[in-house]
C-alpha cells in the first residue's frame, strides 16, 4: 500500500508559492509571441535608462522595454500579460519626468511611448480649426502642441510650468500652471480620449461615450489605462505678453492680492503664479534688470523673505493699444512694495518656454540628472498663512537648505471636475505649495527629512492638504489621500485594470 501524505494548510500554501516561483520564467514577457517579442528590447543601455526618472532618488529594473510599432502593440502587450496566471506589470514612459519611480515597473515592462513617433508619421498633432481642437498623441510633447497650433493663430488654455512633457504624463496628473485659475487643470480642457485598458482593449471616450473611463483616467495616475490620444480644447492665441513681478515683504498683502486677481471677473490675469525670494545664496535674480538688482538684494536682506506674484497679460496686433491700461487697472490698488513692480513685455511662446532657457544652462553646468526630492502640495486657502508661519518661516528659512524653488499661488476649484480621479482640497480657493528641489547626493535624504517635516507639520496642524504628483504612501495614507473617492477609485480599477497590471510605480495596488 502506498504512504498516504497529508499537509497542513500553511504547508500547501507553501508548496503553491514554490511551485509558482518555479515556473514564472514561463510567465515572463520575454515569452509573449513573435509579434510582440521581437518589441521587446534587453539592451543594457535602455533597462538602464528605464530605471530612472527625472527625480534621480528610486531605481527599479524592468525586464524590458517594449517600443511599440502602433497602438495595437500596446493592447496586445496587455493582453498577453493578462493571459498569464501571473501577470507582468506595464508601466508607460514619456519623457520620464516622474520624481519618485511612478513611470518604471519593476520586473515588468517599461513602454517607450515616444516609439509611437514613427507609428504616427507626422500625424501626432492634427488641428481641427472649425473645432478649435488638436488631436494629440499621448507621446507629444507639450512644446511641439504649441508649435503646431499657433501654425493656426490657436492654442491650448491650461498648460504645465514646463512644456517637454507628455500629454499623456501630464493629463495622468492633472496639469497646472498659472492659467488654472482661470480655465483649470489641463484635464478640464480634455473633450475625448483614446487609451488602452488595462484588459488591453483599446477604448475612446468621453463625457457622453463611456464616461465613467473618461473621468477615471483624467487624473487618475496611470492606473486605469494607457492614453494613446487626447482632443484638447484650443482658443485664439495671442501674440505678445506683459510680463510682471510684483515684490511684497508681507504675506498677508502677498496672498490677498493674490486672491483678488483669480477672482476677477473683467480684465482678469491670463496667468497668476507665485514664489519665494530666501535670504539664501544663491539668489537668483537673472528676471531683473542688473541696475535694480542691489535694490532687491537689500530687500531680501532686510526682510528675509519676500514674497513675488508673477502676473502676466496677453496681448495681440488687436488688443495692444489697450494692453498697458489694462495692466495699469490691474495693479491698482495691490499691497506690492512700492517701486518694486517690474516688467517685460515677451513674445506668447517666449513666456510659455520659460523653464527650458533655464534646463539648457543647468545641463551645461552637469546640474540637470542630479536627484530633485520634489514636494507638491494643494492647501486649503483657510490655512495658507499657516504654512507661511510653520514652514516657510519655522523650516525652510531656518534650515537653510538652499537648493531650489518655492512656488505658491491659489487656484478654484470651480474650475476642477470633482467626477474626475483628481483630488483636492474641499475649499472654493486652494493653493499649490511646490518645494522644487534640486540636491547633490550628498544632501538627498536632508531635503527627504525637510519634506517629511513639511507633511508632519501640516499632520499635526490639522491641514486638510493633499500632495500633488503624490508618493511613497501606504495602503492606508492611499485610502486617506482619496478621501470620499477611494471607493469609486477601487471599482474603476477593478473594472479596467482586475489584475492591477498598469503603473506600478506609483505603489496604489502593488
Known sequence: MAPKFTFEPSEIFILILLWLASTAAQWSPLQAPKELAQNLVRDPVLLS?????????????????????????????IKFSN???????????????????????????AVNMTELNDYRKGSGIVVKVSGKYADVGGEQIWIDVLHATLEYGLTPLSWTDYLYLTLGGTLSNAGISGQAFQFGPQISNVHE????????????????????????????????????????????APTRVKWLHLLYND????SGD????ISLAENAPDYVEGFLLLNQPPLDLSFYPAAVQPRITSLVTQYSIIYIIELVKYYDDQSQENVDQEVEDLVRGL?????????KDASYEEFLNRVHSDELVLRSQGLWDLPHPWLNIFVPKSRISDIDEGVFKGIILKQNLTAGLVLIYPMNRSKWDDRMSAVTPDEDVFYNVAFL????????????AQNQEVLQFCEDAGIKYKQYLPQDKTKQEWKEYFGPKWKTFQERKAEFDPKHILAPGQGIFT
Open 335 to 343: 499691497k506690492f512694495v512700492p517701486r518694486f513692480m517690474f516688467e
Open 83 to 109: 493571459s498569464l496566471p501571473i501577470p507582468f506589470t506595464v508601466a508607460a514612459r514619456g519623457q520620464a519626468h516622474s520624481v519618485h519611480g511612478q513611470a518604471m515597473a519593476r520586473d515588468g515592462v
Open 193 to 236: 480620449l483614446e487609451l488602452v485598458t488595462g484588459k488591453g482593449d483599446i477604448v475612446t471616450c468621453s463625457a457622453t461615450k463611456n464616461s465613467n473611463l473618461f473621468y477615471a483616467v483624467l487624473g487618475g495616475l496611470g492606473q486605469f489605462g494607457i492614453i494613446t490620444r487626447a482632443r484638447v480644447a484650443l482658443g485664439p
Open 251 to 254: 504675506f498677508s498683502a502677498f
Open 258 to 261: 493674490q486672491e483678488h486677481l
Open 49 to 77: 535608462e528605464a530605471s530612472t526618472d527625472y527625480g534621480h532618488i528610486v531605481h527599479e529594473n524592468p525586464v524590458a522595454v517594449f517600443k511599440p510599432s502602433s497602438v495595437s502593440d500596446i493592447a496586445g502587450l
Open 437 to 448: 528641489h534640486t540636491s547633490g547626493f550628498d544632501q538627498l535624504k536632508a531635503f527627504q
